[in-house]
Each structure stands twice: as structure tokens, then as C-alpha cells.
């Protein structure tokens, strides 16, 4: 299960936890309107009894909603940018994440702004990379021995 801990601009919340992201993160994110920390539950409710369990998707599943979350930010005419250079630790304290839940991700989201207002250290970075041919990115399997 995912959580989204999120922060809009000008929000009492919105400094401590914009000042979790790393010097190149905090860049990008320095003019968004919100920030959001994805947030991942570690355990799972065993199918067979009340008890839990450690989760062995849970960076699957959240990351699976964070992607949602990018999408669903297009959709309405917002553009988002994932970030994964945050204080980790610092983090999990500033947000008080409860016990067997982990900070994947943070994200800031706004509207769209011009690649020349970023310092240009990131400006270049605005360019879609190549893409890998699926060849060397899909592996099939044959059959098994």
C-alpha cells in the first residue's frame, strides 16, 4: 500500500519539507506548487491469518502509484517530476512515518515553466533521453532445462 504525504506551497509544512530534498532536487522543486513524498507500507496482511508480513512489492506497488500519480498530474494540465535525492533518514523523522513504512520517492508538481529559468547545470536535462532498443532491454525465455 502506498501513502502520499503531500505539501502545497506557502503552507507552514511546505519549508521543512521542501528543505528534506538534496541541493539538485531542491532546485527543481523551488517554484513547484506542491511536494509530495511517496510513502510505502513494508508489511502485508497474510491471506491465510490476521497477521502481517513483510510486503516483497511494496517498492513495486509504490512506485506503480507514484507513476499514476505523474500521469493522472498530465492529464489535468499539471506537470510533475519525480526526485529521489531527499535525506532519507531525515526524512522518515520530518514526516514521522509510522513503524514498517519507508520514503520511496518525492515528486514536485506544478505547472510547466520555461528550461531557461532553471540553473543550467539542470537546463540540459530537460531533453528526452534515447530510448534502448528492446532488444537489449527484453530477455524471453527459451524453455526450462
Known amino acids: 500500500m502506498a501513502v502520499f504525504v503531500c505539501a502545497r506551497r506557502d503552507t507552514r509544512v511546505w519549508l521543512p519539507l521542501r528543505d528534506l530534498l538534496m541541493p539538485n532536487s531542491r ?3 523551488q517554484r513547484a506548487s506542491a ?3 511517496f510513502v510505502a507500507h513494508v ?3 497474510s491471506p491465510s491469518s490476521a497477521y502481517l508480513i513483510p510486503s516483497p512489492t511494496h517498492s513495486y506497488d509504490t512506485d506503480t502509484a507514484s507513476s ?3 500521469l493522472q498530474s498530465q492529464l489535468v494540465g499539471w506537470h510533475a517530476h519525480d526526485m529521489y535525492g531527499f535525506d532519507h533518514v531525515r526524512c ?3 514526516l ?3 513503524p514498517h513504512h519507508h520514503v520511496e520517492a518525492a515528486c514536485s508538481v506544478g505547472r510547466i515553466g520555461v528550461p531557461a529559468a532553471l540553473p543550467k547545470a ?3 536535462r530537460e531533453v528526452a ?3 534502448l532498443p528492446l532488444s537489449e532491454l527484453v530477455s524471453f525465455h527459451t524453455g526450462c532445462p
Open 68 to 70: 499514476y500519480f505523474v
Open 27 to 29: 532546485k527543481w522543486a
Open 92 to 94: 522518515a523523522e520530518v
Open 96 to 98: 514521522r512515518t509510522p
Open 35 to 37: 511536494l509530495v513524498f
Open 122 to 124: 539542470l537546463q540540459g
Open 43 to 45: 508489511l502485508m496482511q
Open 129 to 131: 533521453g534515447g530510448r
